[in-house]
């Protein structure tokens, strides 16, 4: 099998925090369910196969247009879905890696709809406008167990000169609106590097 290839490298800055938080849930709970909203190429997709998610009790259920955001339209990402499963394949994981093409609005619906059982960590790292990360964040919750952990990608990320950004297109302010509403059904967890914003399913 070829190595994996990537072009991008979004989740190395992340891989402290998810280290962190996945190594101890993995003590009590050894086949882990995991929802990546937002995969692109699978980097942290093979991560997870490579450190956390390695029997074949482990799921991880991947959605992704495979069209890239709206701030990936100067890339050439034609062949994005099967970079993804490539990849995926080049590790000969006996994890089940589930692929839903898709908007994530539909594909969390349909993961609602399916009573897909929950899971026990959420990347959420897919549209970056604030209406699609709250619709997200809200969905992604339902599936997410009590217990469990989710992760707000780019919490604090902007792609424009500070000061004349359009926050609705920005993740901040909708993982905000989120967790002031669901304040009394979650946690922020404290002491992880701000980039990524994980909250604690009560
Ligand atoms: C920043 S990348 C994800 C990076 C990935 N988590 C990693 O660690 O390499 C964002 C991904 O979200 C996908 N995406 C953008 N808008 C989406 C939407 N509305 N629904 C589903 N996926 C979307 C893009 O195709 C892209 O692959």
Redesign the pocket.
């Given at each position: 099998m070829p190595a994996p290839t990537?072009t991008?490298?979004?989740?190395s800055r992340?891989i402290p925090g998810w280290q962190f938080l996945l190594s101890r849930m993995i003590q009590k709970t050894p086949h882990l369910r995991v929802l990546?909203?937002?995969?692109?190429?699978?980097?942290?997709?093979c991560w997870l196969l490579e450190n956390f998610c390695k029997t074949p009790e482990s799921t991880i259920v991947a959605?992704?247009?495979?069209?890239?955001?709206?701030e990936?339209q100067s890339m050439e990402?034609g062949g994005?879905m099967k970079q993804f499963e490539d990849n995926i394949a080049s590790f000969g994981s006996s994890a089940k890696v589930d692929v839903r093409a898709?908007?994530?609005?539909?594909?969390l619906c349909r993961l609602i709809a399916e009573n897909t059982p929950q899971f026990d960590f959420i990347?959420v790292?897919?549209?970056?406008?604030a209406a699609?990360v709250l619709g997200?964040a809200v969905l992604a919750f339902q599936l997410l167990k009590p217990g469990g952990v989710m992760a707000f990608?780019?919490y604090i990320w902007s792609p424009m000169r500070p000061g004349t950004e359009n926050p609705l297109l920005l993740p901040k302010v909708a993982i905000d609106a989120f967790t002031t509403i669901y304040s009394q059904k979650l946690r922020i967890l404290p002491n992880l590097p701000l980039y990524q914003l994980y909250i604690q399913k009560h």
């Amino acid at each position: 099998m070829p190595a994996p290839t990537f072009t991008q490298d979004w989740f190395s800055r992340s891989i402290p925090g998810w280290q962190f938080l996945l190594s101890r849930m993995i003590q009590k709970t050894p086949h882990l369910r995991v929802l990546e909203v937002g995969v692109f190429e699978g980097r942290s997709t093979c991560w997870l196969l490579e450190n956390f998610c390695k029997t074949p009790e482990s799921t991880i259920v991947a959605v992704d247009t495979f069209q890239g955001g709206v701030e990936h339209q100067s890339m050439e990402l034609g062949g994005l879905m099967k970079q993804f499963e490539d990849n995926i394949a080049s590790f000969g994981s006996s994890a089940k890696v589930d692929v839903r093409a898709g908007t994530s609005l539909d594909q969390l619906c349909r993961l609602i709809a399916e009573n897909t059982p929950q899971f026990d960590f959420i990347s959420v790292d897919a549209s970056h406008q604030a209406a699609d990360v709250l619709g997200d964040a809200v969905l992604a919750f339902q599936l997410l167990k009590p217990g469990g952990v989710m992760a707000f990608d780019d919490y604090i990320w902007s792609p424009m000169r500070p000061g004349t950004e359009n926050p609705l297109l920005l993740p901040k302010v909708a993982i905000d609106a989120f967790t002031t509403i669901y304040s009394q059904k979650l946690r922020i967890l404290p002491n992880l590097p701000l980039y990524q914003l994980y909250i604690q399913k009560h």
